[in-house]
Structure formats: C-alpha cells, structure tokens
C-alpha cells in the first residue's frame, strides 16, 4: 500500500531556530512529491520536487528530494511566529491523477 | 493566481439530509478533486474529475456522490449526511498532464449533528 510518512508530528521552536522537516514515501510509481503549509484553512503550495538532490528555495524555506532514500526534508532557517502552521507532504503517483499526503508536521515558533 | 472557491465555509446540517458542497475554479484546470480532512488522518481523496462529467474514486467514496457537468465547477454531494461525515472538505484543482501541483480552495467545515 503506498504511504507518505512525516516526521515529527509536531515540533515547538523559538523564532530565530532553525527547523528540518522529514518526508519519506513508499509509492509505487513515483511522479513528484510536493510541500505543502496550512494555516488555518486552505493548504498553500509551497515546492514541487521531481529530481533527486536539486534543491529548491524560496526565501527562507528550501526543499530536496533524495530518490535513493525515497525521503524529502524542509527546512526553515530563522524562524518566525508567520511560520506556525501544518506543513504537509504529497506524492504524486504517475500513471494516475492520486496524491498521497503524509498527516502533516504540526510546527509552533514561539516569540 | 490561481483561485479555487468553496460555496460555504461552515455548514451545520441534519443527519439523513442531502448536502451539495459546490466548488468553482478560475484556471481552467482539467483535473477536480474533492478530499476530507480529519485529525490524524490526513486529507483522504474522495472523488476526482480529470474532464468533464468523468469522474473516478478516491479512497473514500462511499456516502458520496459528484457532479461535473462544467469544467471550471465540481461539487461533493451527500445524499443522506452522517454524523461521521463530520469533518473538514478541501477543493483541489491541478493542470493535466506531467508533474503538475494541486491548488485548494479555503475548506468547508461540515458539522453534522
């Protein structure tokens, strides 16, 4: 059964930390796997990843993806309060339109 | 931008009601999605659209039924709302074709009571 498993399920910081997310996945058929954040409402897209060890970066946050290890880590360096929210990991399964979601990482930056 | 819209933000319904959570796109995107989302359970696929009036299940379909009958709307019918429908509907929408990201709507929070 394909699955996408994230790590750890919740974490506490204080602002200036810097914080690494963990993605892993057993999906057959693997297409891309994407990143995810979620406020209070709708989860907003954040990276898309398709190639193995070509990191993406938007501003403070950047992404890889390791298709050895089928896993993926985000990380966020200087953190701050704004970046409090579920931080969700997906997977593309080629051949068909599914995404399979991990159940989130639950991130709280304290001030 | 893409902007993907849900009709209602909360609904409080009825068991044994009929529920329609409509969702409407602006991106002209192929593919619909419909997902619930549930503590500790993640967001489980329902239903999705990949054309107009096509439709294939999700994970989770049974006491839902959809409807696609324009490209840019897609709606999530409840024939008879139970209480363990109670939970947190997400709108998704995506461009067909290769590694393409989803967009989602802001959620319809569905208290059955």
């Known amino acids: 059964e394909d699955k996408v498993v994230q790590s750890p399920l919740s974490l506490v910081v204080h602002e200036g930390d810097t914080v690494t997310l963990n993605c892993s996945y057993e999906?057959?058929?693997?297409?891309?796997l994407l990143w995810y954040k979620q406020e209070k409402k709708a989860p907003t897209f954040l990276f898309m990843l398709?190639?193995?060890?070509i990191e993406k970066k938007s501003g403070r946050l950047s992404s890889i993806l390791d298709k050895k290890e089928l896993s993926s880590i985000l990380n966020i360096t200087a953190t701050q309060t704004g970046d409090s929210a579920i931080y969700l990991c997906?997977?593309?399964?080629?051949?068909?339109?599914?995404?399979?979601f991990g159940t989130g990482t639950r991130l709280k930056v304290l001030a | 931008d893409v902007k993907v819209t849900q009709s209602s933000r909360y609904l409080v319904k009825r068991t044994g009601e009929k529920v329609f959570l409509e969702c409407v796109q602006d991106?002209?995107?192929?593919?619909m999605f419909w997902y619930r989302q549930d503590p500790g359970l993640g967001l489980r696929l329902i239903y999705f659209?990949?054309?107009?009036?096509?439709?294939e299940k999700g994970d989770i379909p049974e006491g839902y039924s959809v409807s696609r009958e324009k490209k840019e709307r897609f709606s999530l019918i409840l024939e008879s709302a139970s209480t363990n429908q109670t939970s947190m509907y997400l709108c998704?929408?995506?461009?067909?074709?290769?590694?393409?990201?989803?967009?989602f709507g802001p959620g319809t929070r569905l208290l059955v009571l």
């Open positions: 998704a929408s995506s461009l067909s074709g290769g590694a393409r990201a989803q967009y």
């Open positions: 999906v057959t058929n693997f297409r891309s």
């Open positions: 398709t190639s193995s060890g």
């Open positions: 997906a997977v593309a399964h080629s051949g068909t339109y599914k995404y399979i």
């Open positions: 991106m002209d995107h192929e593919n």
């Open positions: 659209s990949y054309d107009v009036k096509m439709k």
